[in-house]
């Protein structure tokens, strides 16, 4: 059974960082695309940023810059980090293992950005 376990969500301040992090199990990690994906109040999912199973990255031009994903393979794990957060940052973040021709999705938590 696939499972993708994200760490807790937060409530930080305007300009502050955050590091998210994402556990899989029952997938070959290393063969796995891994992405963030993100959905405020009232709002669609959106694209955050990916990496591939060989290391590139992209990223949305909203938070292009700001955030960093980052994997390890040893411990299948990837990370979002997030730097000079904005109150419009908050949302309920996804992590995703795109893997074969299946798609799994981790279960979200909240990051709210507030002063």
């Known amino acids: 059974q696939v499972q993708l376990v994200e760490s807790g969500g937060v409530l930080v301040q305007p300009g502050g960082s955050l590091r998210f992090s994402c556990a899989a199990s029952?997938?070959?990690?290393?063969?796995?695309?891994m992405g963030w994906y993100r959905q405020a109040p009232g709002k669609q999912r959106e694209f955050v940023g990916f990496?591939?199973?060989?290391?590139?990255?992209n990223y949305a031009d909203t938070v292009k810059g700001r955030f960093t994903i980052s994997r390890d393979n040893a411990k299948n794990t990837v990370y979002l980090q997030m730097n000079s957060l904005k109150p419009e940052d908050t949302a309920v973040y996804y992590c995703?293992?795109?893997?074969?021709?299946?798609?799994?999705w981790g279960q979200g938590t909240q990051v709210t950005v507030s002063s």
């Open positions: 995703n293992a795109a893997w074969g021709t299946e798609s799994y």
């Open positions: 029952g997938i070959i990690f290393s063969a796995a695309h």
């Open positions: 990496t591939t199973s060989g290391g590139y990255t």
